[in-house]
T-cell receptor, first 114, second 110 residues
C-alpha cells in the first residue's frame, strides 16, 4: 500500500534560518504529492503541490520538487519567519473512482523563534 | 476561490445529545470528505461522497451518520457519542485529485 514518511519533529529554528523537512513516499503508479500546513487551532491549508516527476511546487517562499528517482518531496524555505510556526504534513494522492484518497505523513511541528 | 466552510466552529455535547456538523463548498467539486483529527496526528478519513453518493465508509461507528443533501453541502449527524470521539472534524472537497480543507469543528464530548 501507499505510505509517506516525514522527518520526525519537532523542529526548532531561529528566524531567517534555512528550513528543510524531509518527505519520502512509497506508492504504486504516479501519485500527486502535497504539502499541507496547519496553524494552531485551524484546519489544513494546501501549501503546494506537484503532480508529476520533476515538477516543482512553490508558494509563500516554500518549495518542493517531485523526485521520482529518490521517491522524495522535501520541503524547503530559504529564510523562515516566526509566522511559519505550524505543523507541516506531507501527503500523496491517487485518484480513485470514488474520489481521491490522501495518505499523510505523521506531520512535523515547526517552531521558529525570534 | 478555494473555500470550504464549516459550522459550528466549536461544539460541546453530552453523550445522549444529537447534533450535526455542516460543511459547504461552492467550487463545483463533486467529491466531499469527512476526516477526524486527534491532537498531534494526521487526519483520518471517515467518509467520502462522490457525486452525492456515499462511496467510502472507513468502518466508522454508526453513531456517526453522514448526509449529502446536494452537491454543495455535507452534513455529519452525531448521536450517542463517546468521550473518545472528542476531536477536530475536518471537511474537504476535491477537484482533479487536490483536496481543500475547511477550518474544522472542534468537538468535545462530555
Amino acid at each position: 500500500g501507499n505510505s509517506v514518511t516525514q522527518m520526525e519533529g519537532p523542529v526548532t529554528l531561529s528566524e531567517e534560518a534555512f528550513l528543510t523537512i524531509n518527505c519520502t513516499y512509497t506508492a504504486t503508479g504516479y501519485p500527486s504529492l502535497f504539502w499541507y500546513v496547519q496553524y494552531p487551532g485551524e484546519g489544513l491549508q494546501l501549501l503546494l503541490k506537484a503532480t508529476k516527476a520533476d515538477d516543482k511546487g512553490s508558494n509563500k517562499g516554500f518549495e518542493a520538487t517531485y523526485r521520482k528517482e529518490t521517491t522524495s518531496f522535501h520541503l524547503e524555505k530559504g529564510s523562515v519567519q516566526v509566522s511559519d510556526s505550524a505543523v507541516y504534513f506531507c501527503a500523496l494522492s491517487q485518484i480513485e473512482t470514488s474520489g481521491s484518497r490522501l495518505t499523510f505523513g505523521e506531520g512535523t511541528q515547526l517552531t521558529v523563534n525570534p | 476561490d478555494t473555500e470550504v466552510t464549516q459550522t459550528p466552529k466549536h461544539l460541546v455535547m453530552g453523550m445522549t445529545n444529537k447534533k450535526s456538523l455542516k460543511c459547504e463548498q461552492h467550487m463545483g467539486h463533486r467529491a466531499m470528505y469527512w476526516y477526524k483529527q486527534k491532537a498531534k496526528k494526521p487526519p483520518e478519513l471517515m467518509f467520502v461522497y462522490s457525486y452525492e453518493k456515499l462511496s467510502i465508509n472507513e468502518s466508522v461507528p454508526s453513531r456517526f451518520s453522514p448526509e449529502c443533501p446536494n452537491s454543495s453541502l455535507l452534513n455529519l449527524h452525531l448521536h450517542a457519542l463517546q468521550p473518545e470521539d472528542s476531536a477536530l472534524y475536518l471537511c474537504a472537497s476535491s477537484q482533479a485529485g487536490t483536496q481543500y480543507f475547511g477550518p474544522g469543528t472542534r468537538l468535545l464530548v462530555l
